[in-house]
């Protein structure tokens, strides 16, 4: 996308709920600098939504699944083999040894 953006110098704007700590939306949302504005509204802070499907789309969905398309947090995803901290942990810069 951002290719298209260079010959009118225009704006991207990303609009989502998050989908796991992964991906781009997450890493500009997490590390994209101040670039970036970051706007974040919440199910509970929209007076359009009744408290009471919020309620009974997180009874429904489970809390993990409400609080990331309800509370807009990059909460770990479902099915995972192993947890992204433990995935980011052995990661690891190093340097090569000079022959």
């Keep these: 996308m951002r290719p298209t953006l ?3 110098n225009g704006d991207l704007w990303l609009m989502s709920t998050p989908n796991g700590q992964r991906g781009f939306f997450h890493q500009e949302w997490t590390e ?3 670039q970036w504005v970051r706007i974040r509204v919440t199910g509970p802070e929209c007076p359009r939504i009744d408290p009471s499907f919020l309620a009974d789309e997180r009874t429904s969905g489970g809390d993990k699944w409400f609080r990331q398309e309800y509370l807009c ?3 770990e995803r479902d099915g995972a083999v192993f947890p992204q901290d433990a995935i980011y942990d052995a990661l690891q810069e190093y340097e090569t040894p000079e022959l």
């Design 6 to 8: 260079a010959a009118g």
């Design 32 to 34: 994209g600098g101040s």
């Design 73 to 75: 947090e990059f909460v």
